[in-house]
């Protein structure tokens, strides 16, 4: 076991390695769906945070699971299947979850019951060990053409509707008190924002994994939010470190042959401890001035 983590040391900087996958398309491919998906994690993360939707991208995230399960029982795309799944799931969480003290709940019980068809879908489907692995770890490199041209049109959709809907959607998830009493349709906007964070989500699960999705879709907008209370710096923020963990973390992953999810999750993590410190620091300095 020591011999290997320190074979995967050792070539995690091979950048010789490293330049010469980078030669092949499907690995060019790969490095271009993580900057697409960091790109979406990175504005819609900070909404997330404010909205406290933590637990629905994990369910969501999860839920993508039960539409890939049976994507690969039909025999038919993955990814298809696991936007589908991810939709479905956030709008029911959308029309059930209304209420914040209900929302957990709600999503804790459509979530063990997505998970309980995710298992027996799996059971039922074809005996392919690698392909069922790679829906809770990721796998990136097997994104393709068609994913790719999928995954950058979806990226062009959401962040249309985002920008048509973005204002409107902050002021509900800052004081939707005070939002539906201003006649914001906090309803409506709560679905939409739940179809696009479904449609993210299942995105990620084909990188990172549905076990491991929260590491581009939460930990760069909380570790944003450390440093800046302010939107649109935050958002920027959260774009900035979710392509360095996206990106990052599968031209690290290269030249070791070691899942990229890992990596994504540790630099991610990194980030986050980093921009914690620093916030910290402020806020001393601050109440000491």
Not at 29 to 36: E, G, H, W
Not at 77 to 97: D, E, H, K, R, T
Not at 100 to 129: M, N, Q
Request: proline share 3%; glycine share 10%.
């Amino acid at each position: 076991m020591t011999d290997k983590l320190s074979d995967v040391l050792g070539k995690m900087f091979d950048f010789a390695t490293t330049a010469n996958l980078l030669s092949y398309d499907f690995v060019q491919q790969a490095v271009l769906a993580a900057a697409l998906l960091g790109l979406l994690s990175g504005v819609i993360g900070p909404l997330i945070i404010s909205r406290q939707m933590s637990f629905a991208v994990h369910g969501t995230s999860e839920l993508s699971l039960t539409g890939a399960a049976a994507a690969l029982l039909a025999g038919i795309g993955v990814g298809v299947g696991a936007i589908a799944g991810s939709v479905v799931a956030a709008v029911l969480f959308g029309l059930l979850g209304t209420r914040a003290r209900e929302r957990d709940s709600v999503i804790a019980v459509v979530l063990s019951f997505g998970l309980g068809l995710s298992v027996l879908f799996l059971w039922l489907g074809p005996d392919r060990a690698g392909s069922k692995f790679s829906l809770l770890t990721g796998q990136v490199v097997s994104v393709g053409n068609g994913g790719i041209t999928l995954l950058a049109a979806c990226t062009v959709g959401v962040l249309a509707v985002l920008a048509l809907v973005y204002r409107p959607l902050l002021f509900a998830s800052s004081d939707p008190e005070v939002a539906v009493a201003r006649g914001v349709p906090v309803r409506a906007l709560s679905i939409v924002f739940a179809v696009l964070l479904g449609i993210t989500a299942a995105f990620g699960v084909q990188i990172v994994g549905a076990l491991l999705v929260l590491a581009l879709l939460i930990t760069p907008a909380a570790a944003a939010a450390q440093l800046t209370a302010n939107p649109v710096r935050a958002t920027v923020l959260a774009v900035v470190f979710a392509e360095i963990a996206a990106v990052g973390g599968i031209l690290l992953s290269l030249a070791p042959g070691v899942p990229v999810s890992t990596f994504v999750t540790t630099i991610s993590f990194l980030i986050y401890l980093a921009c914690r410190v620093v916030g910290t620091r402020r806020r001393r300095l601050a109440l000491a001035r």
